[in-house]
């Protein structure tokens, strides 16, 4: 499958040799671009990185805005592309240039050698994630972009159907994120529920009347994990690494779940325990 | 407890005020000890860091050198040791030293501002690390150190016995797999099988023979997961991340098991995989 052969469209492939054209600005001082107040949402654009990742922004709900790429990796994520991902990678511009060129725009060296921009697309709702959802993934205080990331992978993986986050948690768009993910930060829909960090809990109420057991996942919980998954729907909450769920958020969830830990150990990574939480959750459906 | 109540061996501790005296060679160009060859074994000494990391450096089988610190962090240190851990450290010498003069002969700023060095203890053999357990890891071809320190965290944290290690594998001892471990790479048990690349799975017919079910991790598996380990020994061997396991490794092993992936999705990042299969083991035994 080649984007241009199917889409007739080779005009769309502009060269680019300064790396001072503003052309690149979607690009520029990537390790900055986050936090740029003029760039859309205060947060920056969308980028993805590589030809594994690429394609999964293209199709994505992320209005796609340029792909960036040395010639021979350009070529190749042409052929990589499907039929329908390659329509709409054809609307937009495909810059060609050299490994030097984009990393003295971008601020280092990308090792990949294709990059995609996009911008953010309007925020889902909490009840656009939960309608129709059998597991949803909950978070509380994280704040490590490669926690986000790593869990979003997981979630993939593993069936979760869609993302909550509760107050303080890193923004799951940061690059970082869509890199440790795979992209699945840009599959798997996710939402921020409403309220301060001691305000948002009111919002599981919300997920119980759609018949969500809430379940909070803690060293100290009451029951073991695999006596916690095996209702129709299900929303698993996680903390931040180290202090984990708040008092407050675990007191308005229905049940308090632990994996057991050996003596003198440490809980688990946050994107650890729930990988293990989503696992168990596979085998309740499918088991 | 305090270590020089303790004791009464408050003259241990040393004031070093020049980043260029010999007593601080142990921690000198950190970043680089590990591949010194002048350097025992030739691959540098271990090295812990911080207070929750030291004290399993201090009670491990490998043999205290020294420590270092500032002031205050060797007064946290003291006050956290056991009675058992502080007699052990006070065979040593304790370095007190400023932040910055630790920084400049690290060649870094070490944020935690404690650090134990200690020597590499003989390697033990596979039979003392499989004779007596129940549970073991069997590595191939990992060659990352944040992956092996993980895998080690969470075999720690849900009760596996030993790790082995096939061909192709980083040094668990490597200073940032002992970091990412939490110290639990000088905790749980490790050995080397014999053999090259391709000669060294028949030693899984020595496993075999001991009673253990070699279970392959691979999307690839015939099984799930979760009917692969209710045995009352078992060894899970898992692969690189993105090559997986080799063929060589997966038909000389019982059970190929899967954890089953969504479509669209790549298979789960190494140490992710090996804690899914730890915490199945887990519930097997437990359950």
């Given at each position: 499958m ?9 005009a ?29 949402g205060?947060?920056?654009?969308v980028?993805?990185?590589g030809n ?11 209005p ?12 190749v ?29 971008a ?11 996009a ?7 909490p009840?656009?994630v ?9 978070l ?17 993986g593993?069936?979760?159907d869609?993302?909550?986050f ?9 690059r ?17 529920l ?7 809990q ?13 379940v ?31 008092e407050?958020?675990?007191a308005?969830?229905?049940?308090r ?5 050996s ?16 696992y168990?959750r596979?085998?309740?459906i499918?088991?």
């Amino acid at each position: 499958m080649n984007a241009f052969s199917e889409t007739d469209n080779l005009a769309n492939i502009v060269e680019i040799d300064d790396a001072s054209d503003s052309r690149l600005d979607d690009i520029r001082n990537l390790n900055k671009s986050d936090s740029r107040p003029d760039l859309p949402g205060g947060k920056g654009l969308v980028i993805a990185e590589g030809n594994l990742i690429v394609p999964r922004l293209v199709r994505s709900r992320f209005p796609l805005r340029a792909i960036f790429g040395t010639p021979s990796k350009l070529a190749v994520l042409a052929d990589a592309l499907s039929t329908e991902e390659a329509k709409i990678a054809a609307t937009v511009p495909w810059y060609s240039l050299s490994r030097e060129i984009m990393a003295e725009a971008a601020g280092f060296d990308l090792h990949r050698g294709l990059l995609a921009s996009a911008d953010r697309a309007p925020e889902l709702s909490p009840a656009e994630v939960y309608r129709g959802a059998k597991t949803l993934a909950l978070l509380e205080g994280v704040g490590d972009h490669e926690n986000i990331g790593a869990l979003f992978r997981n979630a993939a993986g593993m069936g979760v159907d869609g993302v909550l986050f509760g107050a303080a948690c890193a923004d799951p768009l940061y690059r970082r994120s869509v890199r440790v993910s795979m992209g699945h930060v840009l599959t798997v829909p996710f939402a921020t529920l409403e309220g301060t960090t001691t305000t948002w809990q009111r919002s599981l109420q919300e997920l119980k009347d759609e018949g969500f057991r809430t379940v909070s996942m803690t060293p100290s919980g009451t029951v073991n994990l695999w006596d916690a998954m095996d209702t129709e729907k299900v929303a698993i909450l996680v903390g931040a690494e180290g202090s984990g769920l708040t008092e407050h958020a675990m007191a308005a969830t229905d049940v308090r779940a632990r994996i057991p830990m050996s003596a003198g150990t440490d809980s688990l990574n946050v994107a650890t325990s729930a990988a293990i939480a989503f696992y168990e959750r596979l085998r309740a459906i499918a088991g």
